[in-house]
């Protein structure tokens, strides 16, 4: 799946964009906190920090670390506040 990073976590993780393999929300913030130390103040035991959102293939905003995912799926990190 592709993880794209718009606002601070594009500015923590240093790179717009990568592709991971997840097949649930919280093994994918685990895989990035991992891969991108900077992003671990972001990522929370529960999920992600209130000042950062993630929108599933531009459709909906997900939270619940156990939120399946899939290969083809696309995840934007992006600031809470990026949309003005």
Same mark, same amino acid.
Do not use: C, K, Q, W
């Given at each position: 799946?592709?993880?794209? &990073?718009?606002? +601070?976590p594009r500015e923590r993780a240093?790179? *717009?964009?990568?592709?991971?393999?997840?097949? %649930?929300?919280?093994?994918?913030?685990?895989?990035?906190? @991992? =891969? &991108?130390? $900077?992003? =671990?103040?972001? +990522?929370?035991?529960?999920? #992600?920090? @209130?000042?950062?959102?993630? *929108? #599933?293939?531009?459709? #909906? &905003? +997900? *939270?619940?670390?156990? %939120?399946? #995912?899939?290969?083809?799926? =696309?995840? +934007?990190?992006?600031?809470?506040? $990026?949309?003005?």
């Amino acid at each position: 799946m592709y993880v794209e &990073f718009l606002g +601070i976590p594009r500015e923590r993780a240093g790179v *717009s964009e990568v592709e991971l393999d997840a097949s %649930t929300l919280g093994e994918l913030l685990g895989s990035l906190a @991992a =891969r &991108f130390p $900077a992003l =671990r103040e972001l +990522i929370t035991p529960g999920g #992600l920090h @209130a000042s950062v959102a993630a *929108s #599933l293939n531009g459709d #909906l &905003f +997900i *939270s619940d670390p156990d %939120t399946s #995912l899939s290969a083809g799926d =696309r995840l +934007i990190l992006l600031s809470s506040d $990026a949309g003005g």
